[in-house]
């Protein structure tokens, strides 16, 4: 079975400031590794993905994650964060056939 | 672009009663899923659907639960007698064809499910 943590319940940083968001996981088994964001009143929509080979993934706004085996993370990166970077995050882990497994989410507020 | 769309946005409902949630996949997808987060946790996986039979369900998926692809392409999660804790927000998901460990699930906006 695979689990997620996401230490941060909630991150505030000023805008154009740099973010980390943190997640680790478990699992006993080769994962695909992903994040999802939610904008207010919206559903959840991919960010990135890990499948296999470079370990740094990108997304088109500016986000980039790292899988890192060996200490079992795939923590969210952005240099420089906008005000409609606004959202909470949600990282997840699938093992082969089963289903996604998310974390609790963290709420990023960009401060003007 | 298309998009999973769900409705309603909230529903309301005493405890006891039946109620159906919506969803409209997209329209070349084959693998539905509903999720669902009680407030402050996390999302919880309920059930994969494909090929008109449920793939997967987890603990939580009872037999209060049910699952239905009635017309081709609405596909329903209905809740047979409400209690206090179904109350969450419940999340649609569909993906297209290929290896499933791969497939990005595309999520709707969400129904928020209220039992009183």
């Known amino acids: 079975a695979q689990s997620v943590t996401q230490l941060d319940s909630q991150v505030p940083v000023f805008e154009e400031a740099p973010v980390e968001l943190r997640c680790n996981y478990s699992?006993?088994?080769?994962?695909?590794l992903f994040w999802y964001v939610q904008y207010p009143n919206q559903g959840l929509q991919l960010l990135l993905k890990?499948?296999?080979?470079?370990?740094l993934v990108e997304s088109i706004n500016g986000f980039e994650a790292e899988f890192n085996k060996s200490q079992t993370s795939f923590h969210l990166r952005k240099p420089s964060v906008h005000i409609s970077d606004t959202a909470e995050y949600f990282c997840?882990?699938?093992?082969?056939?089963?289903?996604?497994?998310f974390g609790k989410g963290t709420r990023l507020s960009v401060i003007a | 672009e298309p998009e999973v769309t769900q409705t309603p946005s909230h529903q309301v409902t005493q405890m006891g009663q039946e109620v159906i949630l919506r969803c409209v996949p997209i329209?070349?997808?084959?693998?539905f899923y509903w999720y669902r987060q009680i407030l402050g946790q996390k999302v919880e996986f309920l059930v994969s659907?494909?090929?008109?039979?449920?793939?997967?369900k987890s603990e939580i998926f009872d037999d209060q639960f049910s699952v239905e692809r009635p017309d081709g392409s609405n596909f329903t999660l209905k809740i047979r007698s409400t209690k206090l804790e179904d109350s969450a927000m419940y999340f649609c998901?569909?993906?297209?064809?290929?290896?499933?460990?791969?497939?990005?699930?595309?999520f709707g906006p969400g129904t928020r499910l209220t039992v009183l």
């Open positions: 998901a569909s993906s297209p064809p290929g290896l499933r460990g791969t497939d990005t699930q595309y």
């Open positions: 699992s006993s088994v080769s994962v695909y």
């Open positions: 890990y499948l296999s080979g470079s370990t």
């Open positions: 997840a882990v699938r093992g082969g056939n089963t289903p996604l497994v």
């Open positions: 329209s070349n997808h084959l693998y």
């Open positions: 659907f494909y090929n008109n039979e449920i793939s997967e």
